[in-house]
């Protein structure tokens, strides 16, 4: 593996784990505020 691809890779292993954080995070908001409102 070249440098580049190492670089390549972790930019996009950021991206998804990014993604993935602010899916759960908007899940998680959600529920706490559908608990909060009683439905």
């Known amino acids: 593996m ?3 691809e190492i ?3 972790w930019q996009w ?3 998804r784990i990014g993604k ?5 995070q908007i899940t998680f908001l959600r ?5 909060s ?3």
């Open 31 to 35: 529920k706490k505020n559908g608990e």
């Open 7 to 9: 670089y390549s890779f």
């Open 13 to 15: 292993l950021k991206l």
């Open 2 to 4: 070249t440098l580049f």
């Open 20 to 24: 993935q954080l602010k899916v759960t």
């Open 37 to 39: 409102q009683g439905n």
